[in-house]
């Protein structure tokens, strides 16, 4: 089967757990598969090696450009089409034959969007969900019309050496029917300990109106809206687990729901603490 003209960048650091699957299930139908690594101290750079994946040790200099940025400009260069992978992420069947259908278009048909939106199959504590939440990402991208923002939150806490929860910027965009599988084989702590780091950069935006609007023109319209949206745990749990019907997946709906409305608190009270400190500082 002839391999598809896209770069399959993986940033990874300590995936030795998932990163072995991530590159199995594409090593076979893209015309690269780059590991970028950001120091592990696990085994994933010898796991995904033992695959067929490149591997590329990143160091992050503080600034920008951020991880996937400096992908887009190192990684590959002579092929314009990337496509961004977790490293606990495959592509489903389904997405790979949609893929296929992209690049091998009918006779006076070509590509024409700068990027991709592929919604985002999510498992949580074990189970796949089909309802509740939509995640889409932005990560099949045609790096000659694709940049990663640079909002001026590199002193925020939480991040680091990734891009922030925002979408490169592109036009045109369209998006993919068919899903890509977050399915994460950590403990459920992990996504604990990963979503206190992200609400620190949150809470930080909260406090940084002019960065929080950067952000909010580079999230997708379902993320501008919820931006606004008042009472952000409530609204959030309403959301994801009465109006998107979370309730049919069961425990695992109402774990997710919760959790997420957890993770929207957190960022509120991290941010009223703040506030509270700096006013006690005046």
Known sequence: MEK???????????????????????????????????????????????????????????????????????????????????????????????????????????????AFDIPLGYWFAGRRLRHGYTIVKRVLLDRTRCRFPEPDDLAAPGMGEQEGHYQPLADPVVRLRSPIEHQDLDPVRTWFERHNRYSDWEAWLERHPAVREQIRQAKTRQGRLFHRAPLKPLVSFAYAYGWRRGFLDGRAGLDYALAMSFYRWQIGLKAREAASGERGRH
């Not at 067929?52 to 260069?77: F, I, M, N, R, S």
């Open 4 to 114: 598809l003209p896209v770069v399959v960048a993986i940033p990874t650091k300590n995936e030795a757990e998932n990163i072995a699957t991530t590159v199995r299930s594409v090593i076979d139908h893209f015309a690269h598969v780059v590991v970028v690594d950001s120091d592990s101290t696990d085994d994933t750079r010898a796991l995904a090696e033992a695959e067929g994946a490149e591997v590329l040790p990143y160091t992050w200099d503080g600034g920008y450009p951020k991880k996937k940025q400096w992908c887009l400009e190192h990684v590959h260069p002579e092929v314009d089409w990337v496509f961004f992978l977790d490293g606990d992420e495959t592509p489903s069947p389904q997405l790979l034959a949609e893929m296929r259908h992209l690049f091998d278009p009918p006779p006076g048909h070509t590509l024409r969007p700068a």
